[in-house]
């Protein structure tokens, strides 16, 4: 199998300066699937409410997204809100509900727990622990996270660091993080707290990547109108994570390279629209020619 992912599966509701999308789906995993399906098989562990909309599991299906870690709990789906100003990079979250999140309790199946390549996406850091103790001998583990979490719950994070191989983190988040100001030695930090690589986002100024044998500096797309960059780290992970998955080794460094420029690419598409409306309408063709208008632009 391809890709376990656990995190959040959600109804939005998002304000930016080009209009509001109230309850739109959204959630950390449901952008990290529909990216990361673009290259590897993705299984979901996840719950929603009885109120989640059925159309919108459908929308995971139709696009051979496995549901069966998707459970249907009594009780209200995540519910996330925020608002954008003029500066989309940064955001504020202006209500979390964790709902049905509050009780869940992940078991894997027999098929799941033999997953090689698995995705903490940004989720309570005890759920994405629990979710990591059933799986048996994971190749590769990628770590997600968000300020709820690291003001809320930092020691089980902190915790759940130590057992994972990358961590993604944006500008904000690091420094939340760690207490340094100064984005190298943030990440250093982190790196000292387990994962040997961490994956700093910068919003419409892309994605710096560190390891202590190799540093990569990954542009964004140059987009000329985003609409909501709700997702877009989600969306970045999702492209990085399913490129990595569908190679034969992901240790390699120039495929890390390569991985990270998925990432940006795919989540070009994400911030073009609500919700997942523009990703999950990118085709493959237009994936390798955001991938190649990337490459000649940092040619030189
Ligand atoms: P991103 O813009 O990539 O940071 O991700 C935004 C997505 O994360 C939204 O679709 C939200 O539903 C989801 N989200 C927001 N806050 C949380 C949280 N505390 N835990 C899990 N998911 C969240």
């Given at each position: 199998m391809g890709v376990l992912v656990v995190g959040s599966v959600a109804l939005d509701s998002v304000k930016t300066p080009f209009g509001e999308a109230p309850d739109a789906l959204g959630g950390s995993a449901s952008y990290f699937s529909v990216a990361a399906r673009h290259f590897a098989p993705v299984a979901m562990v996840a719950v929603v409410g009885?109120?989640?909309?059925q159309h919108h599991i459908d929308f995971f299906r139709a696009r051979?997204?496995?549901?069966?870690?998707?459970e249907v709990a009594p009780g209200r789906t995540f519910r996330w809100s925020g608002e954008y100003g003029h500066d989309f990079n940064t955001r504020r979250t202006l209500d979390t509900q964790l709902n049905v999140f509050a009780a869940f309790q992940p078991r894997l199946s027999a098929q799941h727990r033999r997953a090689r390549h698995v995705f903490l996406a940004n989720i309570h850091p005890e759920l994405q622990a629990a979710v990591l103790d059933q799986?048996?001998?994971?190749d590769l583990v990628v770590l997600d996270t968000m300020n709820f979490w690291i003001q809320g719950s930092r020691e089980a994070l902190v915790d759940t660091l130590g057992r994972v191989d990358i961590v993604l983190l944006n500008d904000e988040e690091v420094r939340m993080l760690t207490?340094?100001?100064?984005l190298v030695r943030a990440a250093r930090r982190v790196m000292e707290m387990g994962p040997p690589m961490v994956i700093i986002k910068k919003g419409e100024h892309g994605a710096l990547l560190l390891t202590r044998e190799f540093a990569f500096s990954a542009p964004a797309y140059?987009?000329?109108?985003?609409?909501d960059p709700t997702g877009a780290g989600d969306t970045f992970a999702g492209g990085f994570l399913g490129y990595l998955a569908s190679?034969?080794?992901?240790?390699?460094e120039a495929e890390i390279r390569r991985a990270a420029i998925y990432g940006t690419v795919l989540a070009s598409f994400t911030v073009e629209?609500?919700?997942?409306d523009r990703l999950a309408a990118a085709t493959p063709e237009e994936i390798q020619a955001r991938f190649q208008e990337l490459r000649r632009m940092v040619t030189f």
């Amino acid at each position: 199998m391809g890709v376990l992912v656990v995190g959040s599966v959600a109804l939005d509701s998002v304000k930016t300066p080009f209009g509001e999308a109230p309850d739109a789906l959204g959630g950390s995993a449901s952008y990290f699937s529909v990216a990361a399906r673009h290259f590897a098989p993705v299984a979901m562990v996840a719950v929603v409410g009885e109120d989640f909309p059925q159309h919108h599991i459908d929308f995971f299906r139709a696009r051979d997204i496995d549901t069966s870690g998707l459970e249907v709990a009594p009780g209200r789906t995540f519910r996330w809100s925020g608002e954008y100003g003029h500066d989309f990079n940064t955001r504020r979250t202006l209500d979390t509900q964790l709902n049905v999140f509050a009780a869940f309790q992940p078991r894997l199946s027999a098929q799941h727990r033999r997953a090689r390549h698995v995705f903490l996406a940004n989720i309570h850091p005890e759920l994405q622990a629990a979710v990591l103790d059933q799986v048996e001998r994971p190749d590769l583990v990628v770590l997600d996270t968000m300020n709820f979490w690291i003001q809320g719950s930092r020691e089980a994070l902190v915790d759940t660091l130590g057992r994972v191989d990358i961590v993604l983190l944006n500008d904000e988040e690091v420094r939340m993080l760690t207490g340094e100001a100064h984005l190298v030695r943030a990440a250093r930090r982190v790196m000292e707290m387990g994962p040997p690589m961490v994956i700093i986002k910068k919003g419409e100024h892309g994605a710096l990547l560190l390891t202590r044998e190799f540093a990569f500096s990954a542009p964004a797309y140059p987009i000329e109108e985003i609409h909501d960059p709700t997702g877009a780290g989600d969306t970045f992970a999702g492209g990085f994570l399913g490129y990595l998955a569908s190679r034969p080794d992901w240790r390699e460094e120039a495929e890390i390279r390569r991985a990270a420029i998925y990432g940006t690419v795919l989540a070009s598409f994400t911030v073009e629209a609500f919700s997942l409306d523009r990703l999950a309408a990118a085709t493959p063709e237009e994936i390798q020619a955001r991938f190649q208008e990337l490459r000649r632009m940092v040619t030189f």
